[in-house]
């Protein structure tokens, strides 16, 4: 099942009409939804590195929505996924010591791991979101240093021997924040294990879940481990040409299924501050020739008058394969962020988006929901997990899955 990288309160969301009836500015985007998959609210992780686990699980909780409408309260609990993650990876660090990373973030596989080893729970059997220090919202401001502090002291050590009583200290550090993880609980009326709570009542199976990336240094149609801090189980995603792998998402989401969405939101495109269209992600083509005639152009050949960088219809910046593998090779590409993809939309130009559901609670015009262009997808995805029965039936035979 080692097929996966990388890569953060209930009921259904009504999603917000976007649509407004006041007159709008020429250049404000307004859109309608041409496909809504089911998605439970928006959460927010607050003061935390913790996205990779609201994202997983807003993922695996529409999982749980597709094969059962009727479970519309489903809300799976950050805190155990968490403190799960946290001691296996202190493990790691210790182990390789501490050349895998020790830090607040996480993949999507984690989740995936998680639910096969120890199980899932649902919010409300742990203490958070009311804390034993009080925050009623992640805040690892105090926490979190002072144990990574601990786990880097003792992957460091010069002792000959370790005591192995190091790890009752960060379990008793994990404890103290997010309480105690429970080996049985009582919800709706019956009694589970995390583990029978996964196969009894949420019915997802593990081996459903593949990981997807689109990368040339590596053969297509193959898996791979891919290269990033926090990818510290050394997961493997399989390879996609761009064009399907572009293709995997479209359809999946045209066909009911959601997926978990890692990418780069350092970009300038990634509107969350200023501006009209706020919580949109667009790749903006500037067409600049700067540096043309200069000492750049007698590195890159450009000639006088050339575009450095190609635009489509809309202004944005025509994504290659080439270029794609440039920004991770240069790491202009960044490892930032974990989302959730669950729809498709339209501007009023008919130019389609992707619908996305963050973790940042309800900030922003559309209540914590953002519009992804698909430029900026192809662009910046570093990997997806997907529910392998949503991949298009030729791309599954490629891979051998």
């Not at 390789?96 to 984690?110: C, K, L």
């Not at 203490?127 to 034993?132: D, E, Q």
């Not at 992804?372 to 529910?387: D, G, L, R």
């Amino acid at each position: 099942m080692n097929k996966f990288i990388l890569m953060a309160a209930a009921a259904v969301c009504a999603l917000p009409s976007f649509a407004q009836e006041k007159a709008i500015p020429a250049d404000s985007l307004v859109f309608t939804t041409v496909k809504e998959n089911a998605v439970t609210s928006i959460k927010n992780q607050n003061n935390s590195g913790t996205c990779w686990s609201y994202s997983a699980l807003a993922f695996l909780e529409s999982e749980v929505l597709k094969k059962d409408p009727s479970k519309t309260d489903i809300d799976l609990c950050e805190s155990f996924l968490v403190s799960k993650t946290y001691t296996d990876r202190a493990d790691r660090n210790v182990r390789t010591h501490g050349d895998a990373s020790f830090s607040q973030g996480g993949s999507f596989y984690d989740a995936i791991f998680c639910m096969e080893r120890y199980g899932l729970i649902p919010e409300g059997i742990m203490p958070y979101p009311i804390t034993p220090y009080g925050d009623s919202l992640f805040n690892f401001t105090n926490f979190f240093p002072p144990m990574e502090a601990y786990v880097k002291a003792i992957s460091g050590s010069n002792a000959k021997k370790l005591n192995p009583i190091w790890k009752k200290d960060v379990q008793g550090m994990l404890d103290n924040y997010f309480g105690k993880c429970p080996t049985e609980f009582e919800y709706k009326g019956k009694k589970y294990t995390p583990q029978s709570f996964v196969k009894d009542y949420l019915k997802l199976d593990p081996n459903d879940y593949v990981s997807l990336t689109s990368y040339t240094h590596e053969p297509f149609y193959s898996s791979f481990i891919l290269e990033i801090q926090d990818n510290w189980r050394w997961a493997s995603s399989y390879n996609l040409p761009l064009d399907e792998f572009m293709r995997v998402m479209e359809e999946s989401v045209k066909n009911g299924w959601t997926f978990a969405w890692g990418s780069d939101v350092s970009e300038d495109g990634f509107s969350r501050r200023t501006g009209k269209n706020k919580c949109v992600a667009t790749v903006p083509d500037t067409k600049s020739t700067a540096g043309v005639g200069s000492d750049q152009s007698r590195w890159t050949g450009e000639k006088a008058g050339a575009n450095i960088a190609q635009a489509d219809a809309a202004g944005e910046k025509v994504i290659t394969q080439e270029l794609r593998q440039e920004g991770y090779d240069n790491w202009t590409t960044t490892d930032d962020h974990g989302m959730q993809i669950y729809g498709i939309a339209k501007d009023q130009h008919g130019k389609e988006y992707f619908m996305m559901k963050n973790s940042w609670g309800e900030y922003g015009p559309y209540k914590g929901f953002w519009y992804v262009s698909k430029p900026f997808v192809a662009y910046k995805t570093m990997n997806i997990v997907i529910n392998k029965n949503a991949i298009p039936k030729d791309i599954r035979k490629k891979l051998g899955i």
